[in-house]
């Protein structure tokens, strides 16, 4: 069974910076791409950034300069470090893995950004 906990959201002011983390488990996740998206209110989830199996990365353009995407296949972790954060980056943070014909989300994490 395949499981994505995300962690590390809270409440940061503008400019400041979170770092989120996502633990996966019951999958070999070295074979496996990674992503991050997030859902504002009343908008659709969207993607933030990709890195493959090689730690090949795609970022929004929203993001760009800004987020860092990485992985750690030893800890079967997933990361997100978020510097000069803007009060439009304030949304639920999901984590993504893709499998062979299949995909698996974790629960989400809240990322408020104050003004």
């Known amino acids: 069974q395949v499981q994505l906990v995300e962690s590390g959201g809270g409440l940061v002011q503008a400019g400041g910076s979170l770092r989120l983390s996502c633990a996966a488990s019951?999958?070999?996740?070295?074979?496996?791409?990674m992503g991050w998206y997030r859902q504002a209110p009343g908008k659709q989830r969207e993607l933030v950034a990709l890195?493959?199996?090689?730690?090949?990365?795609n970022y929004a353009d929203s993001v760009k300069g800004r987020f860092t995407i990485s992985r750690d296949n030893a800890k079967k972790m997933v990361y997100l470090q978020m510097n000069s954060l803007k009060p439009e980056d304030t949304a639920v943070y999901y984590c993504?893995?893709?499998?062979?014909?299949?995909?698996?989300w974790g629960q989400g994490t809240q990322v408020t950004v104050s003004s």
């Open positions: 993504k893995i893709f499998t062979q014909g299949d995909a698996y």
């Open positions: 019951g999958i070999i996740f070295s074979f496996n791409n």
């Open positions: 890195i493959s199996v090689g730690s090949n990365t």
